[in-house]
């Protein structure tokens, strides 16, 4: 099992929005940035968890957990040409993005905010605190416990 950051402007789509899809579960579509593409097409699997975290806000924090519920398939967004994230290079044949499913798991007890996780000197390593702007991030099992730990999570899931 790997773990996972996922990036998004609660704005565009927030956990409350993701607890609220049919089954609780959403494809996280729209990403287009080739390495993020890479995680999703390659890397992110069934069953992986992902800290939920909502970024370009006042306050950006990591706010719940969910999990991965499909695997990399084509972002079928980028072949509509009424979405925002068309891309007329990508096509059936060949696809250029990639998406997961992903499914609401538990919302934290308190939000672990951007500042809180930078003032923990074990997670300084992060991709997040090292201010990498990958939407998709792979995090270390310590990591994973350790921020679970801070947002109420002390027994896990």
Not at 6 to 27: A, I, N, Q, V
Not at 58 to 81: K, Q
Not at 89 to 98: D, E
Not at 127 to 141: A, F, G, T
Request: with cysteine; charged share 25%.
């Amino acid at each position: 099992m790997n773990y996972w950051l996922f990036k998004t402007e609660p704005g565009c789509f927030s956990f409350d929005d993701l607890k609220k899809r049919p089954e609780m579960t959403e494809p996280w579509d729209g990403v287009r940035n080739f390495q993020a593409r890479n995680y999703l097409r390659d890397s992110v699997k069934v069953a992986d968890l992902v800290l939920f975290y909502h970024s370009n806000i006042p306050e950006p924090a990591v706010v719940g957990v969910a999990d991965i519920v499909r695997a990399g398939y084509p972002d079928t967004t980028a072949l509509n040409p009424y979405s925002e994230h068309f891309d007329p290079k990508a096509s059936v044949n060949k696809p250029i993005w990639y998406m997961v499913d992903v499914r609401y798991r538990k919302q934290f007890q308190q939000s672990v905010t951007l500042e809180r996780i930078k003032q923990n000197q074990l997670l300084v390593g992060m991709p997040l605190v090292k201010r990498s702007r990958l939407s998709i991030q792979p995090v270390s099992e310590s990591e994973w416990q350790i921020i679970l730990t801070m947002g109420g999570l002390l027994n896990g899931l």
